[in-house]
C-alpha cells in the first residue's frame, strides 16, 4: 500500500522557520495537501495543490514540492502553531488510493 | 456558513455495527463529495474512503473494503458512514469531511466510536 513518510518531531523556536517534509513516491505527479490538527479539534487544511494557501491561513505558512518530497514551511513560528501536522496525497496507480501522511508534531518553544 | 454536524458517541460490542451521520448545510450538498477519516486513540489520520454527493459514487480504503459502507440521503443533506463487523482496533473518532476537489475545506466535529466487550 501506498505510504507518506514524515519525521516525527521538529521543534522551533518563536519567530523561527520549521520545515517538515512528506516523502513518497507518486508526489512527483500528485497533489500534497498539508493539514494542521491541534490537540483535541478537527484538522484544518493549510496548504492544498502543494502550494496554494486557502483562504484565513497565515502568509507565513507555504508549501513546495520537489520530486519524491513535498515540505511545508512555517516562516516566523508562532506559539499558537504548535499543532500536529499532516500531509495526504493519493497514489499513481489510477486506483485514487488515497493516504495521510505519518504526522509530524510541531513544537514551538 | 458550512457546517457539518455528526451524530453522538456510540459504544458498541465487537462483530456489531455503527452507522455514523453528518448533515450539511450551507452549501449545496451535491456539488461536492464528503470524505470520512478516522483516528485511533494517540494515533494519526486514516483516509477511510468518499462518496459523491452527487450520483454515490464510492471509493473505498483498500483495507476497510467489504466492511465499510458510505451513503447519502439528498433530500436532507445528510451523509452516512457504516462500519460493520467492529472490532477493538475500530475504536476512534470518525470525522466527515467536505471534499472541495481543493482539500477537505470543513470538517465535522467527530464521533467517538468505542468498541469493547
Known amino acids: 500500500s501506498y505510504e507518506l513518510t514524515q519525521p516525527p518531531s521538529v521543534s522551533v ?3 523561527q522557520t520549521a520545515r ?19 490537540s483535541g479539534q478537527a ?17 507565513r505558512f ?10 511545508l514551511t512555517i516562516s516566523g513560528a508562532q506559539v499558537e502553531d504548535e499543532a500536529d501536522y499532516y500531509c495526504y496525497s493519493t497514489d499513481s496507480s489510477g486506483n485514487h488510493r488515497n493516504v495521510f501522511g505519518t504526522g509530524t508534531k510541531v513544537t514551538v518553544l | 456558513q458550512v457546517q457539518l454536524v455528526q451524530s453522538g458517541a456510540e459504544v458498541k460490542k465487537p462483530g456489531a455495527s455503527v452507522k455514523v451521520s453528518c448533515k450539511a448545510s450551507g452549501y449545496t450538498f451535491t456539488s461536492y463529495g464528503i470524505s470520512w477519516v478516522r483516528q485511533a486513540p494517540g494515533q494519526g489520520l486514516e483516509w477511510m474512503g468518499w462518496i459523491s454527493a452527487y ?3 464510492t471509493n473505498y480504503a483498500q483495507k476497510l473494503q467489504g466492511r465499510v459502507t458510505m451513503t447519502t ?8 458512514m457504516e462500519l460493520r463487523s467492529l472490532r477493538s482496533d475500530d475504536t476512534a473518532v470518525y470525522y466527515c ?13 467527530g464521533t467517538l466510536v468505542t468498541v469493547s466487550s
Not at chain 1, 484538522?43 to 502568509?59: A, T
Not at chain 2, 440521503?73 to 451523509?79: H, L, P
Request: glycine content about 12%.
Open chain 1, 13 to 15: 523556536s518563536p519567530g
Open chain 1, 20 to 38: 517538515i517534509t512528506c516523502s513518497g513516491d507518486a508526489l512527483p505527479k500528485k497533489y500534497a495537501y498539508w493539514y494542521q490538527q491541534k
Open chain 1, 43 to 59: 484538522p484544518v487544511l493549510v496548504i492544498y495543490e502543494d502550494s496554494k494557501r486557502p483562504s484565513g491561513i497565515p502568509e
Open chain 1, 62 to 71: 507555504s508549501g513546495s514540492s520537489s520530486g519524491t518530497m513535498a515540505t
Open chain 2, 55 to 57: 450520483n454515490g459514487n
Open chain 2, 73 to 80: 440521503d439528498t433530500s436532507t443533506s445528510t451523509a452516512y
Open chain 2, 97 to 109: 469531511a467536505k471534499d472541495s476537489g481543493y482539500g477537505f475545506d470543513y470538517w465535522g466535529q
